[in-house]
C-alpha cells in the first residue's frame, strides 16, 4: 500500500523521469494502404520531417491497382491533450477533402482516412 502511495503521489508530482516521451512520427514508414470502401490495396511508403514540436509534413507514396502510383502530402498535426496522435486534413485534386487520424509509437503507424468517396487504413512500421 505505501509503495503504491508513493508511486500515485509521484506520479501526480509529474517528475521528469516518470513522465513517458512521446513517439515522433519523423522518420522513414513502410506498409499497406487498404481501402475499406473498395477493398483496394497496395503498399505505402512515408517519409515524415518535423516543422516544429507539434507539427510534422508527411509525403505518403504508393501505387493504385498494382501499376498506378500516387503521391498524398499532409500536414500532421499532434491532437492536443495527446502524445501519440495526430490529425491531418487535405485538399487533394479530382478527389476533394481527406482526412486522416493516425495513432504513433515508436515502431507503428496507424491511420484512418476518410473522404467524400473513399475511407480506409494505414499501417506502416520502421
Known amino acids: 500500500m505505501f ?5 500515485l503521489l509521484l506520479l501526480c508530482l509529474g517528475l521528469p523521469s516518470l513522465t ?6 519523423a522518420g522513414r514508414w513502410v506498409g499497406t494502404w487498404t481501402s475499406s470502401s473498395t477493398g483496394h490495396h ?3 511508403r512515408a517519409r515524415i520531417r518535423p516543422v516544429d514540436s507539434d507539427t510534422y509534413r508527411a509525403l505518403f507514396a504508393g501505387r493504385f491497382a498494382k ?4 503521391v498524398y ?3 500532421l498535426e499532434r491532437v ?3 502524445c501519440d496522435c495526430y490529425k491531418s486534413t487535405t485538399r487533394l485534386p479530382l478527389l476533394g477533402e481527406y482526412r486522416m487520424t493516425a495513432t504513433v509509437t515508436a515502431n507503428h ?3 484512418t482516412f476518410g473522404g467524400k468517396k473513399d475511407a480506409g487504413i494505414f499501417q506502416m512500421s520502421r
Open 3 to 7: 509503495v503504491r502511495s508513493v508511486f
Open 20 to 25: 513517458l516521451e512521446a513517439a515522433s512520427p
Open 42 to 44: 497496395g503498399p505505402l
Open 67 to 70: 501499376v498506378v502510383p500516387f
Open 73 to 75: 502530402p499532409a500536414k
Open 80 to 82: 492536443p491533450g495527446t
Open 109 to 111: 503507424f496507424n491511420a
